[in-house]
């Protein structure tokens, strides 16, 4: 594909695969903002359909811990793109793109919320769904389905207080 | 964070709309700074409807989880439906038959009916036309009936198999289908006359949450919310996915952005989902509705129906290998991304497969999510009047903003 070749030519270190007609990038964290710009800027993916994060723990043969997955697409031609970026504990941070799309706050709050993913420059890096309270990222594989009994610790406002 | 105790606050006063309120639809809360009626900012706070769908979805598997995608977007139930197995499909590669394809363009077409006329309904509602909503409400009434008869349940459907439907339409389901395409002009042309151009309702919505073109995109818009503001994107067109190539319509599109766009982007679109609804009802291909049913027990991934389970032995191994826990099909492992038109925008689905019968994540992208982001840039400088009318306009359903 013409566009992989490309990209691959820009910057070093990229790996391609396609499954089921989709094409995705394995980029590393250093370059994965510049990428997501050019991307935008030269070759119209103006749409940012989603962004969301995987945890590798039990995955079988997985070398990283977590990957993020850019999902972009071109408002004009239809096209789309992933883009995955793996991180490792213990600090998990990837650059934040809410500087090119601003529809990228929520989804980053929400991987931080649920993976602890840490967003770099994000304006406003606060949990989404979960309360402040909560510590634990839930959607970790090491997090059980059950819970850790956190619900059994929130504060608990009484009429008079509220 | 904590506007209520915000002493340096330069507006008058902080006003606490939710998480319980007529208007809100559901539990979605907002901290409005007023300053006056007019409404400096916006802070919403979601979260109060979150169920953990994700996680659950990483220990149901590709069949049970139906009936969580059933409950995100629990007013068009079957759009989502469609839209998870139309994913866990993509990541097994299967091509469904042309019948199973068929009727789930139907089923989908009219859930997205039924979404609009609720959306539309409420819209009125919240702007104070209180006779609109019942005028929109007894059509969604009769959609019910239709699922009843298709598959049993009228509010959370699970009609969707891998591989497949779970059952057949019944030919008294397929009228009942004729029936409604029969009787809904009538009942939107009473919405339209009863709104359209009712002075209150246009002064209302007209000029209130604009929405340009370029913000549509930058901050990830789907659906009619996009299309109201001039982004021509249809999943339906644009990436036909199961038959939709095969029917005639029209992708409807707006340029004003605002609330009245909306309203009408919205009202077009059910006039296009009753062409294709029509179309496809007209021309249903004959065959079986599952894979199991072009090649016997040849894939194994669809259950077999239960005659074949009853009466012969390949259907009760196969039956068995399926539903046992330990059992099921092979995935492979890979990653997917799947996002099919759902009434609201898109609706995609990122499915981890690990070889096993569950998906190892099971990400949901729901509109409500973006659109709902939004929110506080489209309110900024309005009256709180306006807060129900941007609210309604855009859709929100708070199960699938927190999932």
């Not at chain 1, 270190?13 to 935008?40: C, M, Y």
């Not at chain 2, 139309?86 to 089923?107: D, W």
């Not at chain 2, 509602?125 to 009434?141: K, Q, S």
Request: overall charge negative.
């Amino acid at each position: 594909m013409q566009l992989v070749q490309q990209l691959q030519t820009a910057f070093a270190g990229l790996t391609a695969s396609e499954f089921r007609g989709q094409t995705r990038i394995v980029a590393p964290v250093e370059s994965l903002f510049d990428i997501l710009k050019t991307l935008k800027e030269k070759h119209g993916f103006d749409l940012l359909v989603d962004i969301t994060c995987v945890d590798y723990l039990d995955y079988p043969d997985a070398k990283d811990r977590f990957g993020l997955v850019y999902l972009l697409a071109n408002t004009e031609t239809a096209e789309r793109i992933a883009i995955r970026c793996f991180v490792n504990d213990p600090e998990p941070t990837v650059p934040s793109v809410v500087a090119l799309w601003a529809g990228a706050n929520w989804p980053e709050r929400e991987a931080w919320d649920m993976f602890g993913i840490r967003f770099d420059g994000h304006p406003d890096p606060r949990r989404i769904l979960l309360p402040e309270q909560f510590t634990a990222h839930p959607l970790r594989k090491d997090y059980p389905l059950q819970g850790l009994g956190e619900r059994h610790n929130f504060p608990v406002i009484t009429r008079a207080e509220g | 964070m904590d506007l209520a105790h915000d002493e340096r606050q330069p507006y008058q006063w902080t006003l606490n709309f939710g998480p319980q309120h007529p208007a809100t639809h559901t539990t979605l809360r907002l901290v409005l700074k007023l300053d006056g009626e007019r409404v400096v900012d916006a802070m919403p706070d979601i979260g109060y409807l979150h169920s953990g769908f994700e996680k659950l979805g990483e220990h149901l598997d590709y069949n049970q989880y139906v009936t969580v995608a059933d409950r995100m977007n629990y007013v068009s139930p079957m759009a989502n439906n469609v839209a998870w197995h139309m994913a866990v499909e993509k990541l097994l590669g299967i091509e469904t038959p042309p019948r199973c394809q068929s009727l789930r363009v139907i089923v989908a077409e009219l859930s997205r009916i039924s979404d609009h006329l609720l959306c539309l309904g409420a819209m009125g509602l919240d702007t104070g036309a209180f006779t609109h909503f019942i005028y929109a409400f007894n059509p969604r009434e009769r959609i019910y009936d239709i699922f009843e008869a298709l598959c049993g349940a009228r509010f959370t459907n699970s009609y969707t198999r891998v591989g497949g439907l779970m059952y057949d339409a019944s030919p008294k389901a397929i009228e009942m289908i004729r029936d409604f395409l029969k009787r809904l002009p009538k009942a939107l042309r009473d919405m339209e006359r009863l709104l359209n151009r009712n002075r209150i309702f246009v002064e209302r919505t007209k000029g209130v949450g604009v929405l340009s073109k370029a913000e549509a995109i930058d901050r990830g818009c789907s659906g009619p919310v996009a299309r109201a503001s001039g982004v021509a994107r249809d999943l339906r067109k644009d990436e036909p996915y199961l038959n939709y190539r095969d029917f005639d319509f029209d992708v409807c599109c707006a340029e004003g952005g605002d609330c009245y766009a909306r309203y009408l982007v919205r009202l077009a679109e059910i006039r296009e989902s009753m062409k294709i609804v029509r179309q496809a009802i007209e021309n249903l291909p004959p065959g079986p509705v599952n894979v199991m049913g072009t090649v016997p027990f040849a894939s194994r991934v669809s259950l077999p129906d239960k005659k074949a389970v009853e009466t012969t032995i390949e259907g009760l191994i196969t039956h068995f290998e399926l539903v046992m826990s330990n059992r099921g099909f092979e995935t492979p492992r890979e990653e997917v991304y799947f996002a099919t038109e759902a009434p609201n925008g898109e609706l995609g689905f990122y499915i981890v497969g690990d070889g096993s019968q569950r998906a190892y994540r099971a990400r949901c992208r729901g509109p409500s999510f973006f659109h709902f982001a939004l929110f506080p840039h489209l309110i900024r400088g309005h009256t709180i009047g306006d807060v129900v009318a941007v609210l309604g306009s855009l859709n929100v359903i708070a199960a699938e903003l927190d999932r």
